[in-house]
């Protein structure tokens, strides 16, 4: 499984980059919002500093502007992936940019058909949400299980990233139940760094050789 950062903040992405972990980048638009800057710019920005996949979201409702919009976002830079709501017209607008070969992140996926249907439509990528099913007291985590089989099944090539991701658990079973790609918060990247047994081993290290014959 790879490491996306889920940001639009640049600081947060230069320091997940210098771990030497980062792969790609996701935003939406309540993160660029969160910024306070241009949404072109600020692509820029990101892609001068990543050069994999980094997902810019239409804000369109209708196929016709999301092909719009999402064309232009493909112009900022190569590696830009049109992220796309699932929505019938989301997958209208998906199916037509896979024809133009242009990459997509079908988002906002609850369900495992959703997810079948934007892979059927061509989906480059698909963000099934764990922490926002987890708020409303299902398990996110299943739908990663329920995608990875059937993507297996129908040996279908669209990666699952998992997206919403709030605490290190669903990292490590996201990674365990198939998913490719998890997209998270730089907390919770610093979080999966740390354990109390490395710091309290560092500690002891030091102190034997401070104390050393
Ligand atoms: C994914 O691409 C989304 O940007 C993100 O993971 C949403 O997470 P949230 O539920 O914490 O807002």
Do not use: C
């Amino acid at each position: 499984m790879k490491f996306f950062i889920d940001t639009a903040n640049i600081d947060e992405i230069r320091e997940a980059k210098e771990l030497g972990i980062l792969a790609g980048v996701t935003t939406n638009p309540s993160l660029v919002a969160k910024e306070g800057v241009d949404f072109h710019d600020r692509l820029r920005e990101i892609t001068d500093l990543v050069s994999e996949s980094v997902s810019a979201e239409v804000i369109a409702l209708d196929a016709e502007t999301m092909i719009n919009e999402g064309k232009e976002l493909a112009a900022i830079a190569p590696n830009i992936t049109v992220k796309v709501p699932m929505t019938p017209d989301g997958l209208k607008a998906v199916h037509a940019f896979s024809e133009l070969g242009i990459k997509t992140n079908v988002t906002l996926v609850f369900s495992p058909v959703q997810a079948l249907l934007a892979a059927r439509a061509g989906a480059t990528y698909v963000s099934p949400f764990l922490g926002r099913l987890d708020d409303i007291g299902h398990d996110g985590l299943d739908l990663i299980d329920q995608i990875a089989a059937i993507f297996e099944t129908h040996k279908l090539p669209t990666e699952i990233i998992a997206a919403s991701v709030r605490h290190p658990v669903h990292v490590t079973e996201a990674a365990i139940r198939g998913a490719h790609i998890a997209t998270i918060p730089l907390k919770v990247i610093k979080q999966l760094t740390k354990h109390p047994l490395t710091d309290q081993g560092i500690e002891k290290f030091l102190a034997d050789w401070e104390n050393r014959k």
